[in-house]
Structure formats: C-alpha cells, structure tokens
C-alpha cells in the first residue's frame, strides 16, 4: 500500500481519508484549523455523517491515520478543499486550492500523483493545480501525474456511497489516467471509468446541472398547481409511473455545494451564451425561497391570530445532515425574519444553536407554533401524526405531510 496526503477534512475529505486507512493505506489527513486537527487526533469528528464517527476511531487505532495542518511528503496526494461560490460572478474561489497546490509542491517528488476531487470550474486540474505546482517546481515538469476524479456521493450516506459509486477518473496524460486508475482500484468498489481530465470535469458539472433542470421543472410545477388548487405530489407521483418519466421532488429551491453551484460554471465557460436552459434553472430554483417566503406572509395576514408564531420546520440544505451549505431552508428562515412580522421560532434538531435564530426542539415548535412551514424533511419531522399537527397552518414544501393529510 501507498502513503497519501489527504488535503482537507470536510465533508468529503474527511471520510476518504479514514476510508483509505481502511484500505491499508498509510494516511495523513491535512487541514488548516488546528481545531479541527486537534479534535480529529482525539478522536472526535467535527460534523455529522452516519458510521464517520466510528470509522475515524477504527481508522486511529490502526495507526494508518492521523491529521496535521502541514502536508508531509507521499506517493498520492487527493485536494479536496473547498471552493466557496462567489455570488457576485457565479464563478468558484480556487484559492484554497490554489494555496494547497503551492504547499503540496514544496513535498512532491518524481513519480507522484496529485488528484483534484474538490467541485471546481472546468479547467482547473491544469491551471489551479498542475501550473501551480510547476511554477513552484519547474524542476517536475512533466515528472509528477495529474488528475480530477471527482466524488458522486451523498450527505448521510457518503461513507458507503464514495466506496460503491462509480466513479471518472481523467488524468491530463493517459500515463496519470493509469496510475489513478490503479489508485482507485485499491479502495473504490463502483465501476472505474478512464477519461481525461476536461471530460471528467465536465461529467461532474453535467451531472450536477442535470439534476437541477430537472428540480427546476418540479419546483415550477409545484407553483403552477398551487395556483390551481392541485395535489403536485400526485401529480409527480403519478406521472412517474410512466416508464420513461422521472420527475425529481420540488422544494422551497436547491442546497448544496454542488447542484446548487456546478451549472453557473457550465454557463460560465460557454462564452456565447449557449446555456440558456441551464441558466434559467438555476434562476427558477434561485428564485424559489422568495416564493416560499410569500406563502408564509400569506398565511400570517390571514391568521386568526393577532401575533401568530412561525415555525420553520429543518434549516440544513437535506433531511437527517447538519450541513448547511447554500441551504434553501436557511435562505428562506433568513427571509422570514426579516420581512415578516410575527413570532419566529425554528427547529434544527441537528444543530443546537445557530447565530440569528431562536432554536427550540420538536415539542416546543409544536406547542407554541401557529403556522408551521416545512423546510427540510428530517426523519423527526416526518413521523408526526395527524393530531400533532391539528389546528396547524401548514406550508409544505417538502410532501412530507402528503401521508397526514
């Protein structure tokens, strides 16, 4: 087995790296906040994900992993950094791994291979990363091996998915594509799938755009039959009998650092403006917190009560997570503190505080609650009956009361 470097422990880096030690690989997980280095070495993981925290404390005992904020030489080398959306061009922060490829240059020998898992723009494995690195060291030039080989897992169950899920793997020369390849195989169970880097970074954004097309068409026809008084969870339930249809769930919009994100970089890199239909899905999706939020003022303008209290049901981006990255759910709770009037409570059972809101739990919301407003479909939230939520206002943007009512 080989030594690697693992270049950030969020939600992905993390699990990759404790799933690597599992594999038998001598793993060193990097991470610039000493917190969180701290508290990995002890043991603890610093978010929620099923099965992470034991895996971490498997992947400790065995002496296969432990965590620095200093990268050490290796044979492979993963960045999985974040990239943060800047709103302003809808283009990515490359940054961080920018400032990784300048560290990770410093330990790198002939012979490495340096792989780009982070949600970047398309380009990035050569510009952010390799010309990085080569500009740092120009001595390996054409010495060490490049590829983006990007994850397809999902939040609450990302331990098994990025082990079992296929997986693209594009090296910038059929040499690096081989050497991931035979990397990957160590550790992934999916189907290993050789390309090239710009096609692989494509394949990562396509998907992900894919997805929100298609979310943007049920959250639009979740409004359109709002307004005609019609079931929308029928309606998609029904219709995806048909064995060529499969309408996604509609939502208060998309969350996430990776659908919500990934289609402006495809509409970025199209310099004459062919991403027409990408684009408005994303500006439909975008634009679907706004409408939840005049649901709400709706309802509390046609309360019987003279100061009713909101309760905002889930905060996090998707059921049973604390990550809260470009949630909607968040963006509407933000919204409706701001431009309404009325006692505002919320519930994020996974979360026990939040800077900006009042948290209370299930029992409270349910007790002092007027107008309750679904966000995110916890489990918790799912499992309340019919007298629970009795002389409830409802607003539900997930159907996860379609089986109360």
Known sequence: MQTVNVIGLGYIGLPTAVLLADAGHQVLGVDIQEKVVQKLNAGQAHFEE??????????????????????????????????????????????????ASKALAQTLKAGDLVVLESTSGLGATRVDVQQVVEAQRPDLVGKVHYAFCPERAIPGNTLYELIHNDRVIGGTTPEATDKAYEFYQTFIKGQLLKSTDQVAEMVKLCENAFRDVNIAYANELSMICDELGINVWDVIRLANHHPRVNILQPGPGVGGHCIAIDPWFI???????????????????????????????????????????????????????????????????QMVQKTISAN???????????????????EEL??????????????????????????????DTRGAFTHVF
């Open 50 to 99: 099923k099965g992470l925290q034991q895996a971490l404390k498997k992947a400790l005992d065995s002496g296969r992993f432990k965590a620095s904020t200093t990268v050490q030489s290796a044979d492979i080398h993963l960045i999985i950094v974040p990239t943060p959306f800047i709103v302003e061009d809808k283009s990515a922060d490359m940054s961080y791994v920018q400032s």
């Open 267 to 333: 509409a970025a890199a199209s310099k004459k403006g062919n991403a027409k239909l990408i684009t408005q899905a994303r500006q439909v999706n975008d634009a679907k917190p706004e409408w939840v939020v005049a649901k709400v003022a709706e309802a509390v303008a046609q309360s019987n009560q003279r100061n009713p209290t909101v309760g905002l049901m889930g905060l996090a981006f998707k059921p049973n997570v604390d990550d809260m990255r470009e949630s909607p759910a968040l963006k509407v709770a």
């Open 344 to 362: 505002i409570l919320a519930c994020e059972p996974y979360l026990k505080e939040l800077a900006g809101f009042h948290l209370v739990n299930t």
């Open 366 to 395: 349910l007790e002092k609650a007027d107008i309750l407003v679904m966000l995110t479909d916890h489990d918790i939230f799912k499992q309340l009956n019919k007298e629970q939520l009795a002389n409830k206002t409802i607003i």
